[in-house]
Nanobody, 122 residues
């Protein structure tokens, strides 16, 4: 059974930084693409970033240069480092495992974490 647990969310001021984590159990992380999604109140789920099994990354235009996705296969953990946070970054952030990029976009995988809340407020 593949199980994902996000952590690291919290309250941060605009312009601040936060790092969220996705701990994976039940399988080897190195075999999977890791994706981060977010969803805020009243909005649809949004793909934030992906990192492939060989380290290739893709980002939503709205977060390029501010958010960085990474992975540590030895720790079975994916990360999303968030810098220069904006009010619009406030959301529940979800880790997703096993997706892939197709011709028209990202197809998410079968495995989801419970989410971790990021609040941006002054």
């Amino acid at each position: 059974q593949v199980h994902l647990v996000e952590s690291g969310g919290g309250l941060v001021q605009p312009g601040g930084s936060l790092k969220v984590s996705c701990l994976v159990s039940g399988d080897e992380l190195q075999e999977y693409t890791v994706a981060w999604y977010r969803q805020s109140s009243g909005n649809q789920r949004e793909l934030v970033a992906t990192i492939g099994s060989h380290g290739g990354t893709k980002y939503a235009e709205s977060v390029k240069g501010r958010l960085t996705i990474s992975r540590d296969n030895a720790k079975n953990t994916g990360y999303l480092q968030m810098n220069h946070l904006k009010l619009e970054d406030a959301a529940a952030y979800y880790c997703n495992l096993g997706g892939f990029w197709g011709d028209r976009g990202f197809i998410d995988g079968a495995y989801w974490g419970q989410g971790t809340q990021v609040t941006v407020s002054s």
